[in-house]
């Protein structure tokens, strides 16, 4: 055995550090991840100075949760003390194919029920929060320390972490942007009790193609920082239907059709009704123009050798567990991670309209769809039935003036007013008004009882 005595200690520490790195990172691509890096649990000042003026200015809407529990999300120690480090980790779900193709094409169909891409598969909470547990478990036997692992679930800004780890950058449209896999990522993060190393914002290591640690570090990338690659591109900003961002790395959420359409439990202002277009289910637009994206495409290209590999290995592991561990290693398959449900792309908003409660639920079973719940599905489907100058629709919306919920009466009193104008709209307030007792809906009557149906340039602001 040798010794290397040229060896300082600070380079001996950072080989360690990067050995565990490319131990993590391998751990992580065998899991079905498609990025890895490492922070330290604390936000930057940049960070949290956002987060404080998104709240400050009560861009964060109808979310009261937001603002009460700003304080962990400003400080994940808060969240769990013994935090030392946050392992990020994130899946891609760029859609195969040319996806700004495909979000312009279901655009422009106004009968169809748009649901934003990154909901059109399993619900990701499970299936990131899945593996993350895996990748937990692996992590505290491995390094003999204890973790913890949010998706999406806990006040923790995976965004910001995933920043400050180096997997990307935050962009112009305030989400994180990778240079390999575009906008279209879903972040999970491990606290964990053992400090690990933080990977540089200029520097990731490739994830390995192996579940083993490589016998020597990887090198690095030649790469600049992960931040500023936004340039003089602000697509995103000009592409937004709503003039969400009031500047550039600002989002105000109120205005936001992912926070109206998911979000928002009352009625959708009227100010944003035409805007909502067909989307039922949150806004792919300023994701789906981002140049980068196409960086995404090619990644895809590369790593469909690279899951055969993982695929391979996978199988190999099952060949080895006892039949109870079975069932659990083709659950957590790299099958389950990306698979899409191609009927939640193509529903029709008059079909969608006739669900009743029990199939919206069967429908939309472990998506993230059924978080909404009947009522602001309702809601969100008949302000696309109001855009669709399909007169088909009105019988469908006039049946829901009847709704149990009023947020639904109002939104299906809009559409009737949208399709059959204000003297349909007539006609129906003496069978319906009276018995109202719902202030909102009773304002909504009034409403449309009183305009006639708009100029086609006043109809952008009703
Ligand atoms: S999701 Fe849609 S509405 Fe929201 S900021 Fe992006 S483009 Fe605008
Ligand atoms: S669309 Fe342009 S400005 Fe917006 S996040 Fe992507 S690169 Fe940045």
Redo the contacts with the bound molecule.
Sequence with gaps: MTTDTTQTPETAASKQATREEAALCARARALGFSCCGISAPRLEEMAQARLHAFVAEGQHGTMAWFARRLEERLDPKKLWSEARSAIVLGIDCTPEGDARKAWQRRLADKGLAHVATYALGEDYHEVVKKRLKTFARWLCIEYDTQAKVFVDTAPLSEKSLAAQAGVGWI???T?L?SRTHG?WLLLGVVLTARMFQPTSPSYVPPLARSSSPPSSPPSPLPSPREVG???S?????EVCPTKAFPR?YALDARRCLSYLTIEHRGVIPREFRVAVGNRVFGCDD?LA????NKFARAAQELEKDLEKEIEKEIEEEIEEATQEEVGKAEEDSMAVVLRSRADLGTGRIAAWLRLEDGEFRRLFRKTVVKRLGIARFRRNLLVAAGNSEDATLLPLAEELLADEDGVVRASALWAVWRLGGRARVRELAAEYLDGEEDETVREEWAWCCERDFLAPQEKATC
């Design positions: 962009g112009k449209n989400q942007v906008c690659r936004c340039g591109c602000r697509r995103c900003l550039p300023c123009v981002c140049p980068w």
